[in-house]
């Protein structure tokens, strides 16, 4: 059986990936949204160089600016994406990559995915690497997406937009969730369109 890729991301409600200043999950997190977290299966882990430099040096214990220290779950979540198998694509990283369990790509990525799906089974998930996530949609390569919406606008401090410069896609819900706390989990069937859909007469 093919391997799924899954697009996953987390999102303020106004479509950034992160707030200048604000710890992981925008402080907002719920037990019962770390427990659901918890509970997912095994995945092999996709990102590009960005993301890798990013998530490694959290896991060495690097915090970002303006936080003083890890909360202690978002030290576990660090601990299980070192224990888990990720994969990065870059042309300007350097073997031997410090991350434990780490194997890096030089080649397309688009390529390389479409290659995995094929030969590998169970999922491939990305996590941040947005130009990735743009490529592998482009290429109809997603199977899943997967958004949490943290209840949260950061017109001022939000970094990162998540869908600028994506094609435009329809959506076929299939999974939504509430969590405590009001974060809200929506999961789809991506179709990207090459033009607006008619009219319905």
Known sequence: MAAEVLVDFITSL???ASGK????FWGLESPE???WLGEQPKVTYLMGANTYRL???FASGQVPEGVDEFRSEEEESFDQLTRARKIVFSS???EPLQWANTTLIRGDAVAAVRELKEKESGILSTIGSLTLCRSLLQAGLVD???VVMFPVITG???EERIYDG???VALEMTEHRTFEGGLQLVEYKPRVLERPPLPVS
């Open 14 to 16: 106004d479509g950034y």
């Open 21 to 24: 200043g604000w710890p992981g």
């Open 33 to 35: 949204y770390l427990a």
């Open 55 to 57: 998530m490694s040096g």
């Open 92 to 94: 300007t990283l350097e």
């Open 144 to 146: 899943r997406f997967r």
């Open 156 to 158: 001022a401090t939000g």
């Open 166 to 168: 994506y094609p435009d």
